[in-house]
């Protein structure tokens, strides 16, 4: 069969493969970018004063003193990611409203004013080294472009309203040269004090990156945040040049509920053609609706011939649980877990389809995660252990040419086909055949993905693009034989990296086991 090649427009004008003998010029992962991907699953530690105050977005306003976790076991933070099969974790060492869980010399918005430890504390420190103790890599999130603590005025105090419109553009019009240099100074300094006292950080979690460029109407927001942007992005390059940053490196898509568009491309171009900007949308992106405040909501599909590469990462606010990014009390907004079938059709629809997704574990005010979610989440790992630990057959190495057959001992039944590609070289594959050889003959192998999703998000992905991951249910069948075809690329050759035969159970409610669920 011939394989397709895909022309240098979205409209995929299709030409023979012949054509082109030689291997196009395609964005390419860096090493830092390969190793996140290989990952696949983290997890995602929202701690900090709102979880003593009933807050998703501080206003700056409450007091440090409100931070007093009553039994703080971080090593269960982190027994907890590993047994969900986390390989990465990210604490919010500073969220927007300005609190720092560490003693930060920049303000006095800090641990070391609360009760905790008589505010000897440093929850940086005790999570970087719990991450080392459990074989998990470590990072940090931090957002140059909301500070609430050093935005705000005293008479905003009950008034700030995350998201109507987004707050934290309403203030530095009214500050002088020397109060937005401050602001910037903070933010950079900050950067400097994680990056550099902590040993190894692998990863920066950088919310709303360049935020500016969906704000043009607010010069003055522009004109600090992207200073601001510029001094910690240098920074974090400075301190730990193999240190990946979500922004310029990685790139959420469009939602917080853990969905990807399918096709996915990991490739893209950005706003003002260089790295250090945002993805510029595409005739395949579409906005999606805005009800939490979220400044990214372009559902991105990236672009087969983008420039620059951005690992997908899918962000779960509600995608593991109920009730929010922190912990709150069942007064304020109920926090408790989802099913593991919920469970899992977000991995399915997360990792499953190319994208890496990084799962909120949020500590309660006792400073231990809650525990139906701690449990929820050692059930998760457990079935997908179950799931992909023992294929049927897999193949071994990296395998080029656009056919690739595997084969087995004896005939067995099997209803999952998980392929790896190549990215070393870029992402090339954008549509495939899978068939096996079943008396005497190959028949074709029809998708039977269904997932939950809504518009823009397919919930029937087909066989299009694989990138680091794709995992197609298809109907049962006995064989002992399977055959990959790839139909169209954007460039040739392509390769599989992995082509792996697998037999699941369903994930419906029905056949799928219930996580206890334990209510405090």
């Not at 390969?34 to 004063?49: I, V």
């Not at 709102?50 to 977005?57: A, K, Y």
């Not at 730990?240 to 898509?253: A, E, L, S, V």
């Not at 040739?492 to 409610?509: G, K, T, W």
């Amino acid at each position: 069969m011939r394989v397709k090649h895909m022309a240098p427009l979205l409209s995929l004008l299709l030409i023979g493969a012949d054509a082109f003998a030689e291997e196009m010029e395609l964005a390419r992962p860096t090493p830092q970018q390969l190793a996140f991907m290989e990952m696949e699953t983290g997890a995602f530690f929202h701690f900090g004063l709102n979880v003593f105050t009933g807050q998703e977005h501080g206003d700056g306003f409450e007091p440090a003193s409100r931070f007093n976790p009553t039994d703080l076991d971080m090593d269960q933070w982190l027994r907890t990611a590993k047994a969900m099969g986390a390989k990465y974790a990210v604490l919010t060492a500073r969220h927007e409203g300005g609190f720092c869980l560490w003693p930060t010399r920049t303000t006095d918005y800090s641990i070391a004013n609360s009760p905790y430890k008589n505010g000897k504390g440093d929850l940086v420190k005790e999570f970087v080294e719990a991450c080392r103790k459990y074989g998990i890599k470590p990072g940090i999130y931090h957002t140059a472009s909301h500070d609430a603590y050093h935005t705000y005025k005293p008479e905003d105090k009950g008034q700030v309203v995350w998201g109507k419109p987004e707050p934290s553009n309403t203030r530095f019009a009214e500050k002088t040269a020397k109060e937005r240099e401050h602001y910037i100074r903070v933010q950079e300094e900050q950067m400097r004090e994680l990056l550099g006292n902590y040993g190894r950080i692998w990863y920066v979690w950088c919310d709303h990156w360049n935020a500016a460029a969906t704000t043009k109407d607010d010069p003055a927001y522009q004109q600090v945040t992207n200073e601001a942007f510029r001094r910690t992005t240098q920074a974090m390059r400075e301190l730990q040049p193999d240190c990946i940053m979500m922004g310029p490196d990685t790139w959420i898509p469009g939602n917080e509920t853990g969905h990807i568009v399918y096709p996915l491309w990991n490739a893209v171009n950005t706003v003002d053609g260089t790295v250090w900007s945002r993805p510029a949308a595409t005739k395949a992106d579409s906005s999606t609706g805005n009800d939490y405040g979220l400044l990214e909501t372009t559902a991105l599909a990236g672009h087969p011939l983008g420039r620059f590469w951005r690992s997908r990462e899918c962000t779960t606010n509600t995608g593991f649980h109920h009730g929010g990014w922190f912990w709150h009390p069942d007064s304020v907004r109920k926090t408790y877990a989802r099913t593991l079938a919920e469970h899992l059709n977000l991995y399915y629809r997360t990792v499953g389809l190319g994208a890496n997704t990084i799962i909120n574990l949020p500590p309660d005010t006792r400073g231990r995660i809650p525990d139906d979610i701690a449990k929820a989440a050692e059930a998760f790992g457990e079935e997908l252990r179950r799931r992909f630990a023992n294929p049927i057959a897999s193949t071994d190495g990296v395998n080029a040419g656009t056919t690739i057959e595997l084969a087995w001992s004896a005939p067995q039944e099997f209803n999952t086909i998980v392929t790896m590609e190549n990215l070393v070289n870029g992402q090339k594959i954008a549509r495939y055949e899978l068939e096996a050889f079943v008396g005497g003959e190959w028949i074709r192998l029809q998708p039977q993905n269904q997932l939950s999703a809504r518009k823009p998000y397919n919930g029937a992905p087909g066989f299009e693009t694989i990138g680091h991951k794709k995992i197609d249910r298809v109907a049962p069948v006995v064989a002992d034989r399977i055959r990959f075809t790839c139909t169209e690329a954007v460039s040739m050759p392509v390769e599989l990296r992995s082509l792996a035969v697998y037999n699941c159970a369903p994930i419906d409610q029905e056949t799928t086991p219930q996580p206890e669920r334990n209510r405090r």
